[in-house]
């Protein structure tokens, strides 16, 4: 049966809905879904990840140098906890990511995300970081014919040709960078394992020049900086000109 309703009361009742709705608070599922942002670090341009608090910016000076610095963001905004004039880069320079090649010596420019650690030493009480200490036979697999491409592997476990000792194929023994490799932490930079694109990408203490194609920095900074990167900050490293 149709009910007949007066147009005054139905013009009263659509009001009433209408005030509801506008004056409803917002739910959780109208609210809108938290995202990436942008910001100018020191000069350098970061793409952040949902949820980053923790930011380290690489900006080019001269030669293979490099201002390198370590910022974190609070309630008051981005602040710069400590920096250095003496950062390094590759020796083949700066180039875009998704161009760089394997053995050219030259570092990624962009944004990355510092995932993981390993070093000489033992893991330290208060670190968050994910972290191994180098052992006998360890090796960051850069055999493009390795499904193991770009990752951290001992050569018991075999799946990589860590006998080979030249050509763009050979795998970095650890132990022997001791120096470069007391602390170093590990960039997302081709964790999809593109062949012929690079693999150990990482932020290491200085060696004596330019890198092969990560950045350093002096051994005060990586020390300090390790102790204070946590997954939950979700931290970054931006690299710019």
Known sequence: ??????R???????????TGLLSAPATAA?????????????GVHVGLRAGTTQVVTVNHTRGYHARIAYWTHTAGGWHRRFSS?????????????SRRQQGTGTTPLGTYGLISAFGMHPRQAGWALP???????DYWVEDNGSRFYNRYRNKRSGGFRWWLKSGENT?????SYRQQYEWAIVTSFNRNQVRHRGAGIFLHVNGSGATAGCVSGP???????????????????????
């Open 8 to 18: 005054a009361l139905l013009c009263v009742m659509l009001l009433s809905m209408c």
């Open 30 to 42: 109208s609210a809108p879904a938290r995202s990436t942002r942008n910001v100018t670090l020191g």
């Open 85 to 97: 004039n003496d950062g390094r880069i590759g020796y083949g320079g700066l180039v875009r990511g």
């Open 131 to 137: 972290y191994r200490r180098v052992h006998k036979g």
């Open 219 to 241: 051994r005060w900074f990586i020390r300090d900086l390790i102790g204070k990167l946590a997954p939950d900050g979700h931290p970054v490293i931006a690299v710019a000109r």
């Open 1 to 6: 049966m149709r009910l007949s309703v007066p």
């Open 171 to 175: 795998s970095e023994r650890l132990l």
